[in-house]
């Protein structure tokens, strides 16, 4: 237990209607009954909904047309400039057929990946940036 979990069991309250689910993944370490405590429907692993399957850590293996959206990996990208500035902001990440969610906390890190056969889309304030594929 920390702050953070208090700052979101006093979002979970305030929220009282919106339906939330919880993919299980390796910080949720709280016992079960602290989440379901807010009312929260508990995924152990992965999710399934029409062709899309939502995990924590990508999966292995998916079968052919369906699509793995995960996170986990915190991925994050590169900006370069002329003048050698450099920034590195949080991005959307699609190599096919995974799409991977970024992080947005100070303390997670990013994952930069290469670009080479995905497509990644940077996020920048409210703005989400395609940056295309570098293949």
């Not at 208090?6 to 919880?22: I, N």
């Not at 949720?28 to 995924?43: F, H, W």
């Amino acid at each position: 237990y920390n702050t953070e979990w208090a700052y979101f069991r006093a979002f979970r309250s305030r929220y009282q209607r919106v339906p939330f689910l919880l993919i299980m993944g390796n910080h949720d370490i709280l016992p079960a009954d602290q989440y379901k405590g807010l009312d929260m429907e508990i995924v152990p692993v992965v999710l399934q909904w029409d062709d899309f399957y939502f995990s924590h850590e990508p999966l292995i293996e998916l079968p052919p047309g369906k699509i793995n959206i995960a996170g986990h990996i915190h991925p994050g990208c590169v900006l370069k400039a002329k003048a050698r500035q450099l920034l590195r902001l949080p991005c959307f990440y699609y190599d096919d057929p995974v799409f991977l969610l970024p992080a947005f906390g100070r303390l997670t890190g990013l994952c930069t990946l290469s670009t080479r056969n995905a497509r990644a889309f940077a996020v920048s304030g409210t703005s989400v940036i395609d940056l295309g594929s570098g293949g």
